[in-house]
C-alpha cells in the first residue's frame, strides 16, 4: 500500500476513511472505517473479498469433483447476486467471471446428477418390481407342492429386502411405491391366511388320526396276555392302521413306536416258541437225514416193485420221525422228492409197458415193422446186386428209420 495515498491496486482510503474498490475505469464505495488505520479499512474489506473467493473456490472444487448437489445451483445464483456490488476490495471482475463459468458447469452437473437419479429411481422400481413378482409367485404354489417352512422365510427375506430398498434407495414415486407394496402385502397376506388353514387342517386332522390309532394303540397293548395266539388279530389292526391315515411325521412316528412295541410283544412270543420247537425238531431232523442217506439207493434201482417197497418202509419211517425245523424243511423234504419222482417214474415206464392195450398196439405195429424190414432189407440186397446205387441208397435210409422205430417200441 502506498502510504501518500493509501492506496491498493484494487482499492483506496481518502482522509474521511471511506474505502472504495476499483471496478473498470472508475471506483465504487463499499464502506467506511472510521476507527481504524487506513491498513486496517482496506485489510477488512479485503478480508470481505478473501470470504466471497473462498465460496467460489470451495465450489468451483465440488463441481470438478463431482460431488457438488442440487443446491450447486443455487449457491451460483447467490454468489452472482452477491458480486452485483459487494461490500469488498479486490479483483471482483475476475471474480464475476470465475462466477459465470460455474453457471454452465452447474448446469451440466446437475443434468447428469438428474441423469443418475432417474437410473436410479428406476433400478429401485425394478427390485421392488422383482420382490413382489417373486412374492406373487411363492403366494401362487399349489398347496400341495409348498415348503412352508422354506417359503414363510423366502417371504421374510424379501419383505428385509423391501425394507432395506426404502432405507437406503432412492425415493421413487408414490404412486408407484403404494402400488408395488400392495402387491406385495396382498401376496404375503394371502400366503399367510393359506399357511394358517394350513396347519389348523393339519391340527384338525393330527387330533383325528392320534384318537384312531390311540385306540388301535390299547386294542394291541390288550393282546399281550394271549402271546402268540393274539398275533392274528393284530395283523388285523395293522390293516386298521393302515387306514387311519397319516398324522405330522413327529406324531406318527411316535404313535408307531407304541404301536410297534405292542406287536413286537407278541412276535417276541412267537419267536421264542418257534426257538423252543426247533430245539425240540433238531433231534428229528437228524433223524431224517439219517433216514435219506439210507434212502438214496433207491435212485440206483431199476425193478419197480422192490423201489416202491423201499420208498414205502422210508415213508413209513419219515411220518414215525415227526416234524423238523422250518428252516430244514424244503431241502429234507426236497431229497424225499426226488427218491418219490424216481419211483413213480419206474412204476410208470412198467405200465406202459405192460398195459394191454398199449401192448397189443405194440406187438401188431411190431410185426408189421418187422415185416417192412425183411421187405427192404431184400430190396437193399437186390439193388446192390445190380448196381442201382440210388436204389441201393433209397433202401437203406427207409431201413434205418424203420429200425429205430422198431428199437423204441422195446421188447
Do not use: C
Not at 400366503?191 to 391340527?203: I, K, L, N, T, V
Amino acid at each position: 500500500m502506498s502510504a501518500a495515498s493509501n492506496e491498493t491496486p484494487w482499492g483506496r482510503v481518502d482522509e474521511d476513511r471511506t474505502v472504495y474498490v476499483r471496478e473498470g475505469e472508475g471506483e465504487r464505495a463499499v464502506g467506511s472505517f472510521p476507527d481504524g488505520t487506513p491498513e486496517e479499512a482496506l485489510a477488512y474489506f479485503e478480508r470481505k473479498f478473501a470470504d466471497l473467493e473462498g465460496q467460489v473456490t470451495l465450489l468451483e472444487a465440488r463441481i470438478a469433483r463431482g460431488t457438488a448437489d442440487a443446491s450447486a445451483a443455487d449457491t451460483v445464483a447467490k454468489l452472482r447476486e452477491q458480486l452485483v456490488e459487494p461490500a469488498a476490495v479486490g479483483d471482483i471482475a475476475s471474480l464475476r467471471e470465475r462466477v459465470e463459468k460455474l453457471t454452465a458447469k452447474t448446469a451440466e452437473l446437475s443434468e447428469k446428477q438428474q441423469a443418475e437419479r432417474e437410473a436410479a429411481r428406476q433400478e429401485a422400481i425394478a427390485k421392488r418390481e422383482a420382490i413382489a413378482v417373486e412374492a406373487e409367485r411363492l403366494a401362487a404354489q399349489p398347496e400341495a407342492s409348498i415348503r412352508w417352512k422354506d417359503t414363510s422365510q423366502a417371504f421374510e427375506n424379501l419383505f428385509s429386502e423391501w425394507q432395506a430398498s426404502q432405507r437406503s434407495g432412492p425415493q421413487i414415486p408414490k404412486a408407484q411405491a403404494d402400488a408395488l407394496w400392495k402387491r406385495f402385502r396382498s401376496a404375503r397376506q394371502s400366503f399367510d391366511s393359506a399357511r394358517r388353514a394350513h396347519f389348523a387342517q393339519m391340527d384338525a386332522n393330527n387330533k383325528d388320526v392320534k384318537q384312531r390309532k390311540e385306540r388301535i394303540i390299547a386294542a394291541a397293548e390288550a393282546l399281550a396276555p394271549k402271546g402268540i395266539e393274539g398275533i392274528p388279530a393284530y395283523r388285523a389292526l395293522l390293516d386298521e392302521w393302515k387306514a387311519a391315515g397319516r398324522a405330522s411325521r413327529k406324531l406318527d412316528d411316535q404313535l408307531w413306536a407304541r404301536f410297534k412295541a405292542a406287536g413286537d410283544v407278541l412276535y417276541e412270543a412267537k419267536a421264542a416258541e418257534v426257538a423252543q420247537t426247533n430245539e425240540e425238531y433238531a433231534a428229528n431232523l437228524t433223524a431224517k437225514q439219517e433216514l435219506l442217506d439210507g434212502a438214496d439207493p433207491i435212485l440206483q434201482e431199476r425193478d419197480h416193485a422192490k423201489a416202491r417197497k423201499l420208498l414205502t418202509e422210508v415213508q413209513l419211517k419219515w411220518d414215525e420221525i415227526g416234524r423238523v425245523p422250518r428252516e430244514a424243511l424244503r431241502e429234507v423234504e426236497g431229497r424225499l422228492r426226488k427218491i418219490e419222482d424216481h419211483v413213480k417214474q419206474l412204476e410208470d415206464e412198467h405200465w406202459r409197458k405192460t398195459n394191454p392195450e398199449t401192448k397189443a398196439r405194440s406187438e401188431g405195429l411190431r410185426g408189421q415193422l418187422e415185416a417192412s424190414i425183411a421187405e427192404l432189407e431184400t430190396e437193399l440186397a437186390a439193388a446192390q446186386s445190380s448196381g442201382d446205387a440210388k436204389a441201393a441208397a433209397d433202401a437203406e435210409a427207409k431201413l434205418e428209420t424203420q429200425r429205430s422205430w422198431l428199437a423204441a417200441i422195446g421188447d
